[in-house]
């Protein structure tokens, strides 16, 4: 198969990359809420994840669907960022859950800053060392885990569509013989049967050029014609 030939997906394969681009610009925002008020590392990658997914199911969608764009699709290239895909969002979820867990301790710190909506401080005391010195409420918190938990959807998603694609993948390019050949192939296993209608050439045609006929009348023997 050449890499430029486009692979058909069924029009149902549209709301499951609709739902990736959703789910990825709401967790977009969710990270940069997290990231306005604690600077972690597993913001920042959720983030860069999240504009990478927008990228990946645009150029996994587009290409396909308008004939324009046709010249930069590739479907093993479109294989490949659907299962980088896979790894990134892992990898999010992973450092929420684990960023997540680090904030086991009761604290309350004086003059810690909340708007009323559950506000976060980032207060370093000896005692908060084990947690880098950050200092979270139980809103902040339950958003992170809520994050997280959107992070496995959408890794879960990219796993469905790489299967899917792998299906139609096999159907457009499986081994198939043409139709020509095996009807080729069927007329030689057919045996060969007489044909009433079948002009058979004569052995020996000379032989009976030689020896003119003449119809005899019905009832009598036909005797050749000495010469």
């Known amino acids: ?13 549209l709301l499951i990359r609709g739902l990736q681009l959703v789910l ?8 940069s809420y997290g990231v306005y008020w604690l600077r972690l590392s597993s913001w920042g990658w959720t983030i860069f ?8 199911v645009l150029y996994s969608v587009l290409p396909e669907r308008v004939a324009a764009l046709r010249k930069v699709y590739n479907a093993y290239l479109i294989l490949a960022v659907n299962a980088t895909a896979v790894v990134f969002w892992l990898a999010a979820m992973a450092a929420l859950a684990a960023r997540r867990s680090t904030f086991r ?9 909340n708007d009323g909506s559950g506000g976060v401080c980032d207060r370093r005391r000896d005692t908060l060392e084990r947690r880098n010195g950050y200092v979270a409420t139980y809103p902040y ?14 890794m879960l998603l990219f796993i469905a569509t790489i299967i899917i694609f792998a299906i ?7 081994s198939v013989p043409k139709a020509h050949n095996v009807e080729a192939h069927g007329m030689q296993q057919q045996p060969h049967e007489y044909s009433q209608h079948a002009q058979y050439p004569l052995q020996n045609p000379q032989q009976y050029a030689q020896q003119p006929y003449h119809s005899q009348p019905s009832g009598q023997q036909y005797q050749p014609i000495q010469q």
């Not at 918190?141 to 959408?154: K, V």
Request: proline residues 2%; charged residues 5%.
């Open 1 to 13: 198969m050449a890499t430029s030939d486009v692979i058909t997906l069924p029009s149902w394969v």
């Open 24 to 31: 990825a610009v709401i967790i977009l925002g969710m990270a």
């Open 49 to 56: 994840t999240s504009l990478a997914t927008v990228v990946i």
């Open 105 to 113: 301790f009761a604290t309350t710190i004086n003059s810690c800053y």
């Open 141 to 154: 918190l339950n958003m992170m885990s809520a994050a997280a938990g959107l992070c496995a959807i959408e």
């Open 168 to 174: 139609i993948y096999k159907k457009q390019n499986g």
